[in-house]
């Protein structure tokens, strides 16, 4: 079964430091890693995405590590803000024509002012 | 509007009763996804619509889901006899043509309760 294990499940950080959020994936098929911010009663926007062949990738605060051979992927949120209080998700596709997104079990981010 | 809506945005119903939930894409996406998320989860994969075809329905549960998208705009899931089971937000979500590189836009779900 195709699975992203997440975590960890809910994470407290002060204003101004750095939140990491971890996620192992076992399909090797999986070619693009997209993670997600969602806040209370909204749907999940995309914040940010990486293809395994580059191992990083930066969005102003938000940084994708990627390490292909271990079959992990990380989000840092770097200078935590309390508007970035939110449960984040990653996710994963696999190649080929389906377009089904295999969501992590999102982490409860609380950024404390 | 500029997103994906869905309506209703909360739905109640009994055990063993029919339920319809809406999804309006943005306009021009031409690929359409239904997501189930239960309390506490992730969204899980329903059903991917490719203009008026179901492209990829893999992830319906059983028989008791099914979803149309007859125009290739407006989708319509359409759960029958629904279960205490099938409480969940039930998300819709689009994009462009759906292209590996298109980003998934989602609706803000409809909350289904069934009691």
């Known amino acids: 079964q195709q699975q992203v294990k997440q975590s960890p499940q809910s994470l407290i950080v002060q204003k101004g430091g750095i939140s990491i959020i971890n996620c192992a994936y076992e399909n090797t098929a999986f070619d693009y890693f997209p993670w997600y911010q969602q806040f209370p009663g909204k749907g999940p926007a995309l914040l940010i995405a990486i293809r395994p062949d580059v191992s990083e990738k930066k969005e102003g605060r938000f940084t994708i590590s990627f390490n292909k051979s271990a079959k992990q992927f990380s989000l840092h949120i770097m200078d935590s803000q309390p508007g970035d209080s939110a449960t984040y998700f990653c996710a994963a596709e696999i190649s080929g024509s389906a377009r089904q997104l295999t969501f992590g079990s999102g982490t409860q981010l609380t950024v404390l002012p | ?115």
């Not at chain 2, 509007?1 to 909360?10: I, L, R, Y």
């Not at chain 2, 009763?17 to 894409?25: A, G, I, Q, S, W």
């Not at chain 2, 407006?74 to 089971?85: A, D, N, W, Y």
Request: hydrophobic share 30%; proline share 5%.
């Open chain 2, 1 to 115: 509007g500029a997103g994906v809506s869905q309506t209703p945005s909360n739905k109640v119903t009994e055990k063993g009763k029919y339920v319809e939930l809406r999804c309006d894409p943005i306009s021009g996406h031409t690929a359409l996804y239904w997501y189930r998320q239960s309390l506490g989860q992730g969204p899980e994969f329903l059903i991917y619509f490719q203009g008026t075809g179901a492209a990829d329905d893999s992830g319906l549960p059983n028989d008791r889901f099914f979803a149309v998208r007859p125009e290739g705009s407006v989708s319509t899931l359409k759960i029958q006899r629904t279960e205490r089971g099938d409480s969940a937000v039930y998300l819709c979500a689009s994009s462009l043509k759906g292209f590996k590189t298109d980003t998934q836009y989602f609706g803000p779900g409809t909350r289904l309760t069934v009691l």
